[in-house]
Nanobody, 115 residues
Framework: QVQLVESGGGLVQPGGSLRLSCAAS????????MNWYRQAPGKQRESIAS???????NTAISVKGRFTISRDNAKNTVYLQMNSLKPEDTAVYFC?????????WGQGTQVTVSS
C-alpha cells in the first residue's frame, strides 16, 4: 500500500515563496507519474502540476512560470516550489499518484497567502 505525506505548507505573504514536499512510502513511487492538486474553499480540486518518472513536467496555465515541480526518485519525494504567491493560491495542496487506475492521495497541506 502506498502512503503519501505532504509537508511544507503555511502562511505566507503575497509575493512570497513556499516549497511543498510529498514523501511516498515504498520505492514504487519512482515508477509513476506524480501529481500536485489543490482545492480552494468552495471550489473543485484542480490539477496544477505533474512529473513523469523521467522528469517530464506539465504545469497548469494558472501557475506556469511561478510553480515548479521536481522529484528525487532516490528519496521517493516530489516537490512543488511555489514563487510569487498570490492570495488566489490559497488552498489545500494534495499530492497524488495513480497506480493501475487507483488514485492515492496524501492528507493535504494548507497554503494560505495573505498579508
Amino acid at each position: 500500500q502506498v502512503q503519501l505525506v505532504e509537508s511544507g505548507g503555511g502562511l505566507v505573504q503575497p509575493g512570497g515563496s513556499l516549497r511543498l514536499s510529498c514523501a511516498a512510502s515504498g520505492s514504487i513511487a519512482s515508477w509513476y507519474t506524480m501529481n500536485w492538486y489543490r482545492q480552494a474553499p468552495g471550489k473543485q480540486r484542480e490539477s496544477i502540476a505533474s512529473i513523469t518518472p523521467s522528469g517530464i513536467t506539465n504545469t497548469a496555465i494558472s501557475v506556469k512560470g511561478r510553480f515548479t515541480i521536481s522529484r528525487d526518485n532516490a528519496k521517493n519525494t516530489v516537490y512543488l516550489q511555489m514563487n510569487s504567491l498570490k492570495p488566489e493560491d490559497t488552498a489545500v495542496y494534495f499530492c497524488n499518484m495513480r497506480v493501475s487506475g487507483y488514485d492515492y492521495w496524501g492528507q493535504g497541506t494548507q497554503v494560505t497567502v495573505s498579508s
